[in-house]
DNA sequence: CATCGAGACTTGACACCGTCAAGTTAAATT
DNA sequence: AATTTAACTTGACGGTGTCAAGTCTCGATG
């Protein structure tokens, strides 16, 4: 509990619960799962009481939306540190984002079940300011893989097919295999890793 | 409302209320989104109190687990239904399946949605038959995809590569690209369609 | 420094949800 | 016909999101 926090205990002033109402929801899914989420569960972790929260947020979907922003900021960090560490060339760039995709998969699997849960089909519920931000987040983490995707675009086929083509393949494996997870159906015998995988695809781009 | 909803709400014997709150379940889900379903809402609208269908389901997690094995069920009649319709040389065939598996998730959006929210971790909780239906029914359909993948599986991969990179591409399509979704982050311009871009991959097998 | 207004909370209540317990009604069995 | 079992209903509880009204703190103003 940070100084913050204490200071809440205390008083009508957390001095600033917005991040500690996001730190609280990325521990929580951390901790329990990406269902255990809750609105009066961060507040209770931020020191507060559960109508708190809405002073910052416009509803439960907005804080979502905040970690969500959170969580692709981290995404796009993960792919950038497996990037740097290899060779320049597009294929090992490539490879090297695709591998930091499933990392962050892995690692943070409920936070990465929250990010691409089904969305909501009225944005406008949200917060303005907290969809800007979840905009500029995930266009910059998404930037990464079409970055990554560029050198492999062709006159020859259809503007961003490639781009396409990768994101579905490595985030399907991510959906599908990123975490041992419990399966009613699953192809028999192990599972291919996914170095094994993309370049069936990267070999005819 | 059928003739055993009509005797349901005279008397204490539904008739087919297991059957009821299946239907029910999927009609909820097709009118107002995946999130709307709930146990009291199928109870209701089979014409029953809510807490009737705990003599047939373990807890809404057995319900879901039964309304996905019905999915799993359309599924794979899709995706055969499209199989029919094609060619029988295998890239055909997988292509046609390929058609069966987006056309699915298109039209049936919240409960494809439904089918593949993340598991809970623990299936001990769901109803014995119903769990034993859910993974009689989701291996089928994931069967009709393995099966058009055989003809491309060759010794110079690793076992079941190929089935796992079309499940992986054809997958992450659906989920990114399935419906006409708002998106926090897209690719610019229109999206191609997937029979463009499942040839970058199957020209390489 | 005092006052006022806005910001940042708290308390309480409501409807909805899933689950459980106890009770009632209908069907099946003996 | 009586008994047992199946299939419900009713009521309650705790957790959830949201709203309204109220309280406390901070910042602005004179």
Redesign the interface.
């Given at each position: 509990m940070t100084q913050a926090d204490m200071t809440a205990k205390k008083n009508h002033h957390h001095g600033d619960l917005r991040e500690a109402l996001i730190t609280a929801g990325l521990e929580i899914m951390e901790e329990s799962?990406?269902?255990a989420l809750t609105l009066r569960k961060c507040a209770a972790r931020a020191g507060v009481s559960h109508a708190a929260p809405a002073h910052h947020f416009h509803g439960i979907i907005s804080l979502k939306a905040a970690i969500?922003a959170r969580g692709?900021r981290i995404f796009a960090a993960t792919m950038r540190a497996r990037a740097a560490d290899a060779l320049p060339d597009p294929m090992a760039q490539l490879c090297a984002i695709c591998a930091g995709y499933l990392e962050f998969s892995e690692k943070h699997r409920a936070l990465f079940?929250l990010m691409?849960?089904?969305?909501?089909?009225d944005?406008s519920a949200i917060t303005p300011s907290v969809l800007e931000e979840?905009?500029f987040e995930?266009?910059g983490?998404?930037?990464v893989l079409?970055t990554a995707c560029e050198p492999f675009e062709s006159d020859k086929?259809?503007?961003?097919?490639?781009?396409?083509?990768v994101?579905?393949?490595?985030?399907?494996?991510a959906?599908?295999?990123g975490e041992t997870?419990?399966?009613?159906?699953?192809?028999?015998?192990p599972?291919?890793d996914f170095s094994?995988?993309l370049p069936?695809?990267t070999?005819?781009?």
């Amino acid at each position: 509990m940070t100084q913050a926090d204490m200071t809440a205990k205390k008083n009508h002033h957390h001095g600033d619960l917005r991040e500690a109402l996001i730190t609280a929801g990325l521990e929580i899914m951390e901790e329990s799962g990406f269902e255990a989420l809750t609105l009066r569960k961060c507040a209770a972790r931020a020191g507060v009481s559960h109508a708190a929260p809405a002073h910052h947020f416009h509803g439960i979907i907005s804080l979502k939306a905040a970690i969500i922003a959170r969580g692709h900021r981290i995404f796009a960090a993960t792919m950038r540190a497996r990037a740097a560490d290899a060779l320049p060339d597009p294929m090992a760039q490539l490879c090297a984002i695709c591998a930091g995709y499933l990392e962050f998969s892995e690692k943070h699997r409920a936070l990465f079940q929250l990010m691409f849960q089904p969305t909501p089909r009225d944005l406008s519920a949200i917060t303005p300011s907290v969809l800007e931000e979840l905009m500029f987040e995930a266009g910059g983490s998404y930037g990464v893989l079409r970055t990554a995707c560029e050198p492999f675009e062709s006159d020859k086929r259809a503007p961003n097919s490639v781009e396409i083509a990768v994101w579905s393949m490595v985030h399907g494996y991510a959906m599908l295999f990123g975490e041992t997870e419990t399966r009613e159906a699953a192809p028999t015998g192990p599972i291919p890793d996914f170095s094994i995988i993309l370049p069936i695809l990267t070999l005819q781009i």
